[in-house]
Nanobody, 123 residues
């Protein structure tokens, strides 16, 4: 499995960004894709998850109502639409994938990881 994340960048507070994560080499019949974020020296923090078959979603409280996770079956891609961005959203965002439909919120449940994309929100 390979995950390729993109879409990060610099945006002003209150602005929007859309991250993409392309998954390739997936052979599982059901799986979950998720977004995490991590500051250097800190634990990886859950952001949002999407169960591929039944479209179950899960969001961290800190992003609920501002971020939306979605998918494109044809492109095997999961997206994270981030609106009303805040300076505290600044960090590197990682996409992850695990076999199974349960949208777990802890990094240890995810085996496959992308390289990360940097999001910077200026005040």
């Amino acid at each position: 499995v390979q995950l390729q994340a993109s879409g990060g960048g610099l945006v002003q507070a209150g602005g929007s960004l859309k991250l993409s994560c392309l998954a390739s080499g997936v052979t599982f019949s059901t799986y979950t894709m998720a977004w995490f974020r991590q500051d250097p020296g800190k634990e990886r923090e859950f952001v949002a998850a999407f169960g591929w078959r039944y479209a179950r979603t899960n969001y961290a409280a800190s992003v609920k109502g501002r971020f939306t996770i979605s998918r494109d079956y044809a492109k095997n891609t999961v997206y994270l639409q981030m609106n009303s961005l805040k300076p505290e959203d600044t960090t590197r965002y990682y996409c992850a994938l695990r076999e199974g439909e349960v949208p777990y919120t802890t990094a240890r449940h995810f085996v496959h990881w992308g390289q990360g994309t940097l999001v910077t929100v200026s005040s």
